[in-house]
Nanobody, 114 residues
């Protein structure tokens, strides 16, 4: 079955960096665009980054543009989210999503606080 397992979350100070990973299995990873969403406390889920199946194109939400980078390694069936210049408002649970939103990982908590 399809599995998406996120890792790399944690507590970081404002201005710091984190790199999230999402290991995928159970489907043809190289044929699927991938996304990262996040959900902050009391807020709706937000689409923050998308990457095409071959990694040639990426799209970002305005809230993270210039600070976050989505990438993928199809040989490792893994998608990444490099997060730099983190702000307290980036605090959220971050989700890896595949196959047009059909499958979601369990999420990883990112907390930005001093």
């Amino acid at each position: 079955q399809v599995q998406l397992v996120e890792s790399g979350g944690g507590l970081v100070q404002p201005g710091g960096s984190l790199r999230l990973s999402c290991a995928a299995s159970g489907f043809t990873f190289g044929n699927s665009g991938m996304r990262w969403h996040r959900q902050a406390p009391g807020k709706e889920r937000e689409l923050i980054a998308t990457i095409t199946s071959d990694g040639s194109r990426t799209v970002y939400a305005e809230s993270v543009k210039g600070r976050f980078t989505i990438s993928r390694d199809n040989a490792k069936m893994t998608v990444y989210l490099q997060m730099n210049s983190l702000k307290p408002e980036d605090t959220a649970v971050y989700y890896c999503v595949a196959l047009g939103g059909a499958y979601w990982g369990q999420g990883t908590q990112v907390t930005v606080s001093s």
